[in-house]
Structure formats: structure tokens, C-alpha cells
């Protein structure tokens, strides 16, 4: 042991144990389907506690196969379309089976992991439509990307900013009614405020341009230096999208930063007609913030930020001290590195996922995902309507379907209903809603991101909301 080190000293025991680690792993994706969402037990924590012992290759893949692979959080199985969770592919075993051995810094410095995510930044350039001048970077998440974006929108009107801080200029945000959380936690997080986040109306479920108008010029007026425009593709609660084309028009005359929030609604650009046409004008964002966890169904987490002006993006993060100093030749060249365009110096390999799904699958298995996603959200649609006791909350626009189960209860009893509902059909793994308020009743909602559900998925998860909801 002391001269391996950490490294095994039986290397043929730990490619045993490899081995039954990536069977059991192709299992729970080949079977998803017969493993739903179950509680947790009750003593989990106990069986998670750190040992103070090593229990070797053996002991490790057992607990693992026995404690918590059981214990996932639903989302693989083809009837789970609670939140927005992506349903992950087999191709992310492969993956990260390579990610994990080239343990890849994804930081800087001149290896292969790093070209391979500026391919699939370019990739995903050319599909939302951005200009060849744009630069993107793999984040976390729409979240994290969210905060990347708004630095630099910052950046372009106050041009110390990084010296001096914002000071007291008074900086506004816009967004539509219905903007995601991750919009608000942004301009808390950069201390721009949420009293400063202003939510304009929505006119037939997109922001009305004539009110941010009047809302902009009303804050010009009182000194404060409104500089971005939020418009979102595929909203969290309904699935809507803003009219891109008006906002960036909008954005032009108001001389306002446009952020898209396309978390999943950005992959409408690969679906068939007439999804496709929801996120059209996308690509004239000054940035997009997306998720490749979500409805491209790569495995958690990757999301990233795409910068219309790479000068931009460079101007908000890079920082090169000494210790960072690139090279023309060596392991320090390699330039440009993913460092200088966000928040993190030492970044995971998120590329790999990516590029293997997108090599394994091909981009068009992906379309016809996205837009069977879209035709089952009608289907589920339809479902609900030929029930007579149920009821939609709103029209289905895109991947997202939110109903009531019982339309002849007053709204409290409606609400006490679908609450109970989703609870029982969690816990019994037949499906899998989450829950939202409309019309002031909180309502079933499923947000299809899931490249394993079918018909008879939908048709079989109708039938036990109309069973519970009755009893
Ligand atoms: C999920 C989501 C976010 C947040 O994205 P994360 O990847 O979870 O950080 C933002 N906006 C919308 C519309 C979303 O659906």
C-alpha cells in the first residue's frame, strides 16, 4: 500500500470492480424504465457515513450498487416530467468513463479537451444563429450562465466596473412577467438589486415592447440607467416564449442589452415546424444563456453561455497574473483559455458529454426528440381535455402541459386535489408531475424534456391522475 499510494496496489481487483461498476450503470439506463423515483430510506444517512476504514475497490462498488443507485432523483424514468430535468443517455456512461481518466483541467493550456469544447461551442453557435464574432463557454448552468452574461451586459455601460464597482449608478433590468428565478438571483448576486429588476407585462403570453418602453423611458427619466432587456425562450411555468424578433428590435431603440434566457426553449431551433419558429430572432441576442441537461438530454450538469462578441465576453472575466502567464509553445499555449471568459480557473470537462452524444446519436435523433417532446405535450393535452373532470390551465405551446384534475371543485378544493395527486403518483412511481399555481390554483404540470417518453407513458399517467383524484 505505501509504495502505490493512493493507486491500487491490485489493479486486476479494481478493473474487476470497474467492470461490475459500468454493468450496474448500463442496467439502471437500459432499465430506467422499471426503476422509478422511490423515498428514500430511513436510515440513509447511516449508510452514507464516512468510514474511517478503506473498504477497497469491493466494498466501494457494493455500497454503491446497493445504496445508491436505488436512491436517483426520478428523472431517468420515461414518466417523470416534473420541473425541467433532463432524462440523460447512455452515451454520458461512455463519456465520463474518458472524462474521468484524462481528468482534464478545462481552465487553459493547450490540451485536447479544450478544442473540443470550442467545437462544441461553435456547434452551438451556428444553431442559435449567432454571428461568427460570438463566444461561448460551458458552465454549470443556465443559472451560472446567467451571471456571466449579465456581467458583461454590465461591463458595456460602465466601463470601470471592474476597478471601481458599480458605484451609485442606479442599473435596471427588465423582463417579462414569468421570468425564471435565475434572472433575480443574478442581479441580487452582482449587486444590482431586485427592486431594480422590473417585470413588464405579458400581452398574449409574450413581454409587451410598448411597456418596456414606457417603463425605460420613465426610469431614464428618474435618473437610472436601465441597460438590459431579459426575454425568454420556453418560460419555466408554461413554456412560453417572447416574441425575439419585437425584443430585439426593442433592444436596438432602447439601446438596451438583450439577454435570451433559453435554458430548454433555445433547442427549439433544431425542432420541426412550428416549434421551431417560437425561438426565431434568437440568434440577434447580445447573449443566450442554455442548458445541455435539460432538453438535450446530456447528463448533469452542463449548460452554457453564448456572448455575441467574444471582445465583450474577454473584457468582463480575463486575468492573467503571473502565475497564468501563456506561452507560444508548450502546455502554456493553447490560447484562448476558457478561464478568461467566466468565473472558474479550474473547470470539469463537460465537452466530452457533449460532443459524445452529439457523435453517438447525431444532431437529428435529437430534433425528432425535441419535437416528439412537443407533440407528446399535445398529446398530453388532448388526454386531459377528453377527461371529463379535467381541465387544462392554459394552452400548450411548447414541451409544457399544466392542468387541473378536477375543474367541478371550487379552487381550493382543486388545489388540495392536484397537491395530493402528484404526491401519490410520486411516491407510488406511477409518474411524475410537479406542481404550479395558475389561475390561482396550484395545478399538475409536466414539463416533457425526456427523450423516453411515449404515448402509452402519457395515456397510462392521465389515467392515474383521473384514479387518484377521485378517490
Ligand atoms: C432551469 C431553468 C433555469 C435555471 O437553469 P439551471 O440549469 O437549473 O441553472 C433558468 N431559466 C429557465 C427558463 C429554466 O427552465
Known amino acids: 500500500m505505501a509504495d502505490k499510494g493512493l493507486d491500487p496496489e491490485d489493479w486486476a481487483e479494481t478493473r474487476a470492480e470497474a467492470h461490475r461498476m459500468l454493468e450496474a450503470a448500463l442496467d439502471q439506463v437500459q432499465q430506467a424504465a422499471d426503476r422509478p423515483w ?45 420541473w425541467v430535468q433532463g432524462s440523460g443517455l447512455a452515451s454520458d456512461l461512455i463519456a465520463s468513463v474518458a472524462a474521468a481518466a484524462l481528468n482534464a483541467n478545462m481552465g487553459g493550456r493547450d490540451h485536447g479537451a479544450n478544442y473540443m469544447e470550442r467545437a462544441v461551442v461553435e456547434w452551438t453557435r451556428a444553431k442559435m444563429g449567432m454571428p461568427e464574432s460570438a463566444n461561448g463557454l460551458l458552465v454549470t448552468g443556465t443559472s451560472q450562465a446567467t451571471v456571466i452574461a449579465f456581467q458583461a451586459a454590465r461591463l458595456r455601460v460602465l466601463k470601470s466596473l471592474r476597478k471601481t464597482g458599480q458605484g451609485n449608478a442606479r442599473l435596471m433590468v427588465y423582463a417579462g412577467d414569468g421570468v425564471h428565478n435565475a434572472t433575480m438571483k443574478a442581479v441580487e448576486l452582482l449587486g444590482i438589486g431586485s427592486d431594480n429588476l422590473r417585470r413588464v407585462p405579458l400581452v398574449a403570453g409574450q413581454m409587451d415592447c410598448s411597456a418596456l418602453a414606457e417603463m425605460v423611458a420613465a426610469d431614464r427619466a428618474a435618473g437610472a440607467l436601465p441597460f438590459l432587456v431579459v426575454g425568454t425562450a420556453g418560460s419555466v411555468d408554461l413554456g412560453l416564449f417572447d416574441d425575439l424578433h419585437a425584443l430585439a428590435d426593442a433592444a436596438a431603440d432602447l439601446g438596451l442589452w438583450l439577454h435570451v434566457d433559453g435554458a430548454f426553449g433555445a433547442w427549439t431551433r433544431i425542432a420541426e415546424e412550428p416549434w421551431r419558429s417560437l425561438s426565431d430572432g ?89 419535437t416528439d417532446n412537443c407533440k407528446l405535450a399535445a398529446f398530453m393535452a388532448a388526454e386531459v381535455e377528453a377527461q371529463p373532470l379535467m381541465a387544462l390551465g392554459a394552452p400548450v405551446v411548447s414541451n409544457v402541459c399544466v392542468f387541473t384534475a378536477r375543474s367541478d371543485l371550487d379552487a381550493q378544493g382543486q388545489s388540495e386535489v392536484n397537491a395530493r395527486v402528484v404526491q401519490s403518483l410520486q411516491e407510488c412511481g406511477d409518474a411524475v408531475f410537479s406542481t404550479t399555481r395558475a389561475d390561482g390554483r396550484v395545478m399538475l404540470r409536466a414539463a416533457i424534456a425526456n427523450h423516453r417518453s411515449r404515448a402509452e407513458d402519457v395515456r397510462a399517467a392521465i389515467a392515474a391522475v383521473a384514479r387518484e383524484a377521485v378517490t
Request: hydrophobic letters at 40%; a negative charge; proline letters at 6%.
Open 282 to 370: 434568437i440568434g440577434r441576442a447580445d447573449s443566450i444563456a442554455l442548458d445541455f441537461h435539460k432538453w438535450m438530454y446530456v447528463g448533469y450538469d452542463c449548460g452554457m453561455a453564448l456572448l455575441r462578441h467574444e471582445h465583450e465576453h474577454r473584457a468582463a472575466f480575463a486575468a492573467r497574473p503571473s502565475y497564468l502567464e501563456g506561452a507560444e509553445r508548450g502546455l502554456a499555449g493553447g490560447e484562448p483559455w476558457f478561464c478568461d471568459y467566466g468565473i472558474d480557473l479550474s473547470r470539469g470537462n463537460r465537452a466530452l458529454k457533449v460532443w459524445t452524444a452529439l457523435e453517438t446519436y447525431g444532431e437529428t435523433a435529437f430534433a425528432q426528440a425535441i
Open 38 to 82: 422511490q423515498p428514500v430510506p430511513d436510515d440513509i444517512d447511516a449508510r452514507y457515513a464516512v468510514r474511517p476504514e478503506a473498504g477497497g475497490p469491493q466494498a466501494a462498488v457494493e455500497r454503491i450498487i446497493q445504496d445508491v443507485l436505488p436512491y436517483h432523483g426520478g428523472n431517468t424514468h420515461p414518466r417523470f416530467w416534473g
